[in-house]
């Protein structure tokens, strides 16, 4: 049934929802820590165990599927709900803080990546 | 045309789903026929919603971009933080878990990094501006982090009113430059692989810019990048208000 899928997709999101939120009471910040990320394992774990096949193989699956395969349209509906007419009205301060804080992030990329790197290729040689 | 309105404003989810898929069509024709597949169908899908954002927003003097149109309300669910997130995790379907271990020192420090970088960036140009008061620095700082850590540091540390919009505006710019010049930049700063997507949403925080650059730039990315974005806001939210405000304290 194409439903369990949906149902399982929906379990994790909610209990993923429900420890971000705790979370972010327990360290005292108004903002939910990491739900969608901790959902994402969830549902890494049950996809990856025998236990939860009947939610995860064949229809049910696809219900998994369609989500996913959702993410782009609903990605575009949400650049589309974005406040840019605010953003274009932030004048010259806001603008150069966004521009600055993105084009330093980039740069950091491949340098933060190969220092991952750099600890897995020695777990591989030994 | 009354009949038609109504009919728009009573199905405006199916009515997104419509208009959406419209975009959808006309952006992967464009991308194939004008760009030869260079520019990916989605980047243009989202350029275009971003296009469409800032008129709907200009029209209507709303804050939720086209939705604010009465008969597009339906973007608004559609690309509201609810569905955002349930198909965020739907992209974790079928990912390893051990392509996550393999990067999730480098994820967590690049969480860290992400938010102390953006956030010094951000206050050094609030300085270069003018601004000398601590809570103020630290706002516009934070807002460089996401457009939620900027308000809700700037209320904990009770920044003028002005400030906050301020900060919110800028993590706009953040994040509509991170959907837009993802793609851009992909090759340049080695965005491949899972692994550095990890990094990459780790740095940028911003969980719908990450969503969207990464759509534009490869969508077997999607989920290792949103996996660490999502954890950014709440890191940031829990540093703005307290060490960073200290130490901007100290210094000013």
Same mark, same amino acid.
């Given at each position: 049934?194409?439903?369990?899928?949906?149902?399982?997709?929906?379990?994790?999101?909610?209990?993923?929802?429900?420890?971000?939120?705790?979370?972010?009471?327990?360290?005292?910040?108004?903002?939910?820590?990491?739900?969608?990320?901790?959902?994402?394992?969830?549902?890494?774990?049950?996809?990856?165990?025998?236990?939860?096949?009947?939610?995860?193989?064949?229809?049910?699956?696809?219900?998994?599927?369609?989500?996913?395969?959702?993410?782009?349209?609903?990605?575009?509906?949400?650049?589309?709900?974005?406040?840019?007419?605010?953003?274009?009205?932030?004048?010259?301060?806001?603008?150069?803080?966004?521009?600055?804080?993105?084009?330093?992030?980039?740069?950091?990329?491949?340098?933060?990546?190969?220092?991952?790197?750099?600890?897995?290729?020695?777990?591989?040689?030994? | 045309?009354?009949?038609?309105?109504?009919?728009?404003? #009573?199905?405006?989810?199916?009515?997104?789903?419509?208009?959406?898929?419209?975009?959808?069509?006309?952006?992967?024709?464009?991308?194939? #026929?004008?760009?030869?597949?260079?520019?990916?169908?989605?980047?243009?899908?989202?350029?275009?919603?971003?296009?469409?954002?800032?008129?709907?927003?200009?029209?209507?003097?709303?804050?939720?971009?086209?939705?604010?149109?009465?008969?597009?309300?339906?973007?608004?669910?559609?690309?509201?933080?609810?569905? #955002?997130?349930?198909?965020?995790?739907?992209?974790?379907?079928?990912?390893?878990?051990?392509?996550?271990?393999?990067?999730?020192?480098?994820?967590?420090?690049?969480?860290?990094?992400?938010?102390?970088?953006?956030?010094?960036?951000?206050?050094?140009?609030?300085?270069?501006?003018?601004?000398?008061?601590?809570?103020?620095?630290?706002?516009?700082?934070?807002?460089?982090?996401?457009?939620?850590?900027?308000?809700?540091?700037?209320?904990?540390?009770?920044?003028?009113?002005?400030?906050?919009?301020?900060?919110?505006?800028?993590?706009?710019?953040?994040?509509?430059?991170?959907?837009?010049?993802?793609?851009?930049?992909?090759?340049?700063?080695?965005?491949?692989?899972?692994?550095?997507?990890?990094?990459?949403?780790?740095?940028?925080?911003?969980?719908?810019?990450?969503?969207?650059?990464?759509?534009?730039?490869?969508?077997?990315?999607?989920?290792?990048?949103?996996?660490?974005?999502?954890?950014?806001?709440?890191?940031?939210?829990?540093?703005?208000?307290?060490?960073?405000?200290?130490?901007?304290?100290?210094?000013?």
């Amino acid at each position: 049934m194409i439903v369990y899928g949906v149902a399982l997709l929906s379990v994790c999101l909610i209990l993923g929802m429900i420890v971000g939120d705790t979370l972010g009471v327990l360290l005292g910040v108004e903002a939910n820590v990491g739900g969608v990320g901790i959902a994402m394992l969830l549902l890494v774990l049950a996809s990856n165990s025998d236990r939860f096949k009947s939610l995860t193989h064949d229809a049910a699956g696809s219900g998994i599927h369609f989500w996913s395969a959702m993410y782009i349209p609903i990605v575009v509906a949400m650049a589309a709900r974005q406040n840019v007419a605010a953003a274009v009205d932030g004048g010259m301060l806001a603008l150069l803080a966004g521009v600055a804080a993105v084009a330093v992030s980039f740069a950091l990329v491949p340098v933060l990546s190969k220092m991952g790197k750099a600890p897995a290729a020695k777990g591989e040689e030994a | 045309m009354e009949i038609i309105e109504s009919v728009f404003v #009573r199905n405006n989810l199916i009515v997104a789903f419509a208009a959406v898929g419209m975009v959808m069509w006309i952006s992967y024709f464009l991308a194939d #026929r004008l760009t030869n597949g260079r520019i990916h169908g989605s980047a243009i899908a989202i350029a275009l919603g971003l296009l469409a954002a800032y008129f709907g927003g200009v029209a209507t003097g709303g804050n939720t971009g086209v939705a604010d149109v009465a008969l597009l309300g339906g973007i608004g669910l559609m690309g509201g933080g609810m569905m #955002r997130d349930f198909a965020i995790v739907a992209t974790a379907f079928g990912v390893h878990l051990s392509e996550l271990k393999k990067a999730g020192m480098a994820g967590v420090i690049s969480i860290f990094a992400g938010v102390i970088v953006s956030f010094v960036v951000g206050a050094a140009i609030a300085v270069m501006f003018g601004y000398t008061d601590a809570a103020e620095i630290t706002t516009i700082g934070a807002g460089a982090v996401t457009y939620i850590v900027g308000p809700v540091t700037g209320e904990a540390i009770g920044a003028s009113n002005e400030v906050i919009t301020l900060s919110v505006a800028a993590g706009l710019v953040k994040s509509i430059l991170v959907m837009i010049g993802t793609p851009l930049v992909a090759k340049l700063i080695g965005l491949d692989n899972p692994q550095s997507a990890m990094v990459f949403g780790g740095l940028m925080g911003t969980t719908s810019g990450v969503a969207a650059g990464l759509a534009a730039t490869d969508p077997k990315l999607v989920p290792y990048g949103a996996m660490t974005a999502t954890f950014y806001t709440g890191v940031g939210c829990l540093l703005g208000p307290s060490i960073l405000f200290f130490i901007v304290s100290a210094m000013f």
